[in-house]
């Protein structure tokens, strides 16, 4: 009597639960409301076999319970009864899958005038290309990926040459206009997964992925990492803005092109907070540190300088040029609290420190 009484609290506490809970999707902000009308089918389909089994087995339960002069019957096969089992089940397991197999067939198949974007991934960032005029992105391969050419494109096509390279995590879109995203892994499997956009596929390292939406909405969407990718997962973010179409077009006319980034020296015209701010994308300084103040592995850019931080044997230091020109140059000779010593040491001549600290420096709030 008790175990049947549990189980119809249990059924009732969860249809309630399911009815009141404020733990809904995100607001839709894409074409894919498909994908919330197969959620609501697995939700539906899976909630009424849960509702109607458990009440079944309750009623067993207090049925058949044990009472004085009644003895069990022994029944071992009820072909009726078996075939009624399996045709619901077959049902339920159809109407599971079927809808899921349609939705995704039209997910991977992108409209022809769909706007190309590629997404990168790697340990703990994400870097995205879009096409230049001619809307074609170049080719790729492992073989040309570089500290200066992180996105691996091929030199010898012409394809590439136009190619926006984008880095820092935020990329804008237009609203209502179909996007094919193309995904490839630098290093291990990351998934790509912004939930307003109902959008989402993983990055296999060696492999190019894809999947198309049009985003409805404009707005600052959050993009995040949904496959345990190392320590810095969590902090691997991005943001898709979804703005019209002449703001996408000025912000996508300061892109600078694939063949600009290979020369910064010439591209930076000597500035150096430009020259240095080049050099933290090629040199991936980036991966770890943000400019926005948005935290990742290492300390945010984004008012260092200037500050004081702690060292782990209780030292206090000022964030200076000589700090920072001590550090980069030797990054396991101190350790800073509340970051682990996993900074690399990267070769820089002179110059490009002198670069890359005058860059730092620049981000100082004032
Ligand atoms: Cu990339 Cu988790």
């Known amino acids: 009597m008790v175990i049947a009484a549990v189980l119809l609290v249990i059924v009732l506490g969860s249809v309630v639960f399911h009815l009141a809970t404020p733990w809904w999707t995100t607001p839709l902000a894409s074409n894919w409301k498909t994908m919330d009308d197969t959620l609501t089918i697995t939700v539906v389909i899976t909630g009424v076999f849960f ?46 899958l079927a809808p899921g197999l349609v939705v995704y067939a039209d997910y991977v198949r992108p409209p022809r005038d769909a706007l190309q974007l590629e997404v990168v991934g790697y340990q703990w960032q994400w870097r995205f290309r879009l096409p230049g005029p001619t809307g074609e992105l170049g080719g790729t391969d492992v073989r040309f990926i570089s500290p200066t050419n992180p996105l691996g494109l091929d030199p010898s096509d012409p394809e590439g040459r136009d190619n926006l390279v ?22 291990v499997l990351h998934d790509f997964f912004a939930p307003q956009f109902r959008a989402r596929m ?9 999947f198309w939406f049009t985003p409805t909405q404009t707005g600052r969407f959050e993009a995040m990492c949904a496959q345990l990718c190392g320590l810095g997962h969590s902090a691997m973010r991005a943001h898709v803005v979804v703005v019209e179409e002449a703001e ?104 490009e420190l002198d670069a890359l600290v005058a860059h730092i420096k620049s981000l100082a709030t004032p």
């Not at 509702?51 to 309750?58: M, Y």
């Not at 609203?175 to 290093?187: A, L």
């Not at 993983?202 to 894809?210: C, D, E, H, T």
């Not at 206090?316 to 140059?329: K, P, S, T």
């Open 51 to 96: 509702v109607a089994i458990n009440l079944f087995v309750a009623y067993a339960v207090w049925r058949y319970r044990h009472r004085a002069g009644h003895r069990a019957a022994y029944e071992p096969e009820n072909h009726r009864l078996e075939r009624w089992l399996i045709g619901i089940t077959t049902i339920g397991i159809v109407g599971l």
């Open 166 to 187: 984008i880095d820092g995590g935020e990329v804008y879109l237009p609203v209502n206009r179909p996007v094919k995203v193309t995904m490839r892994s630098v290093d």
């Open 202 to 210: 993983n990055l296999v390292p060696g492999q190019v992925s894809s």
């Open 248 to 351: 996408f077009l000025a912000w996508r006319d300061k892109l600078p092109t694939f063949a600009s980034t290979q020369a910064p020296m010439a591209v930076t015209g000597g500035d150096p907070v430009a020259l240095g701010r080049a050099l933290a994308q090629s040199k991936g300084c980036v991966a770890c540190h943000s400019s926005d103040g948005s935290t990742s592995v290492g300390p945010t850019w984004k008012g260092l300088y200037g500050k004081t931080e702690t060292l782990k044997d209780g030292r206090r230091l000022r964030v200076d040029e000589q700090f920072l020109r001590d550090f980069i140059r030797d990054p396991k000779a101190m350790s800073i609290q509340g970051f682990p010593p996993v900074m690399p040491r990267i070769e820089l001549s002179e110059d």
